[in-house]
């Protein structure tokens, strides 16, 4: 299939595509990478009546770490954040993480800031934001707000972001040293994941386990890892507190079992 009739436009600057916005609200789709948005166009489960084309935008494609905060542009493709030189020391769990996000040609193309706005509960990144309790930048002509990733995904492909919006960047608190593990089950590598689990361990020991794929948005929660049978408790009460969902690709008891298990691996793998 092919898209219904629609309006291209590639502004120059963050301003004239806020213009653009406040102009065309709902009729809008803003078109970064188009990874997930052209497909659904295709499809015709969405419409638009302008594309608001942001992937040329210089001030949008840039990565800047300050002040212990790692910000991430609109325009910043996945493999450009991937080949950032400091992301592993700095962001460990973004970098064991982002080489499960698609492929390395939909990565070349496809956007980190991008992947959050889509919002698909299945997806590495807004697993990854979630990790690190970061926090969507978004800015409209009558101001801007940063908004934490607990508040942003608010279910499956729903998310706090207003019509006349803009999300223009991303933020991940930078953490050194810390111990992380990024496992997760796909049908095939590059798929969006059935179940993706992270774990991160700060220099204090104290685990905090994610899940992606259980709910309509992924979920976060710290876990004593004193001892692996504790720690399997504590994992199984959550699974049956989360529940799951069935889809095509899993039932929500295998999802449980799949959760159970990875959860188990990773948050050994960072108590060593």
Known sequence: MKPRPFDYVQPDTVDEALALLAEHGDEARILAGGQSLIPMLNLRLIEAAVLIDISRIAELDTIRSDGGVLEVGAAVTQNKLLAWPNLARESALLAAGLPLVGHF???????????????????????LLAMYAGEVVLRAQRGTRAVPAK??????????????????????????????????????????????????????????????????????????????????????????????????????????????????????????
Not at 107 to 121: E, F, L, Q, Y
């Open 105 to 127: 040609q939909t990565r070349n193309k496809g956007t980190v800031c991008g992947s959050i706005a889509h919002a698909d509960p299945s997806s590495e990144l807004p697993l």
């Open 151 to 272: 508040d942003f995904h608010k279910d499956m492909l729903t998310t706090a972001r207003e019509p006349d919006e803009l999300i223009v960047a991303v933020r991940f608190p930078e953490r050194p040293r810390e111990r992380v593990a990024f496992r997760e089950i796909a049908r095939r590598h590059g798929d969006f994941a059935i179940i993706a689990v992270a774990a991160a361990a700060g220099a204090n020991g104290a685990v905090t386990l994610g899940v992606g794929g259980m709910a309509g948005r992924p979920v976060t929660r710290a876990v004593a890892a004193h001892d692996a049978a504790s720690a399997a408790d504590a994992i199984g009460q959550w699974a049956e507190e989360i529940k799951g969902y069935d889809d095509l690709h899993a039932s929500a008891a295998m999802r449980r079992d799949m959760f159970r298990k990875l959860a188990a691996n990773v948050v050994a793998e960072v108590a060593q």
